[in-house]
């Protein structure tokens, strides 16, 4: 069984990308991943500049804190799985933001984990990280809770030319700004790259 076991990893670790496809959370399956040698596996898979994707609960999984992971129901924002894998730390991920209207739930984790960046994924939208940094991809939105707040300003000489006016929010104010396709993010930094 050893041999057997030794020459799975092996395979696995020649694997530079993997999809992670929940649809909704399974406890089973995270439970038997997590503290493993495959999440081991899927952290060089992303230091070797593989992929890592997941939609829904599967992208939610990929950060350090783990929204909506109650065993129960997926109403629950604060539930009795509080960790995810990690890939992006510091971090929150909510899903099918605006087409559920799930804008504000995420405030909740906010104000008990004040520290965290909190993302919001619309349907049929992604993010894809390369580093520190993030491009929006798709048809809608991302919403981007970190204490501030970033409306795009035209240039007055050239309308097609936008950049980012940002402004600090009070604390434990309850807004957030949206990213459209084509939109970059800096997650160590926590600001929009122009």
């Known amino acids: 069984m050893e041999e057997i076991n030794t020459k799975n990893n092996e395979q696995k670790e020649k694997v530079m990308s993997f999809w992670n496809h929940l649809e909704e959370l399974r406890w089973n399956i995270i439970r ?11 952290f060089k898979v992303l230091e070797k500049s593989g992929v890592i994707g997941g939609s829904s609960a599967g992208a939610s999984i990929q950060v350090s804190y783990l929204v909506r992971g109650d065993t129960k129901t997926n109403i629950v924002m604060m539930g009795d799985h509080e960790e995810g894998f990690g890939f992006i730390t510091h971090c929150a991920i909510d899903q099918h933001l605006l087409a559920l209207n799930r804008q504000f739930d995420i405030f909740e984790i906010l104000e008990a984990h004040p520290r965290l960046l909190g993302i919001g994924l619309d349907e049929n939208t992604a993010i894809v990280v390369h580093g520190d940094a993030f491009e929006v991809i798709g048809e809608n939105y ?5 204490g501030t707040f970033c409306q795009f300003i035209r ?7 936008e950049r980012p006016e940002i402004t600090e929010l009070p604390e434990r ?10 939109r970059r993010y800096h997650l160590a930094e926590r600001k929009v790259i122009e």
């Not at 991302?142 to 970190?146: E, F, G, K, N």
């Not at 240039?155 to 030319?161: I, L, M, Q, R, Y």
């Not at 104010?173 to 084509?182: I, V």
């Open 32 to 42: 038997s991943l997590m503290s493993t040698k495959t999440q081991e596996i899927f």
């Open 173 to 182: 104010s309850e807004q957030f700004y949206l990213l459209g396709a084509g």
């Open 142 to 146: 991302v919403a981007i809770y970190d």
């Open 155 to 161: 240039d007055k000489k050239d309308w097609s030319v």
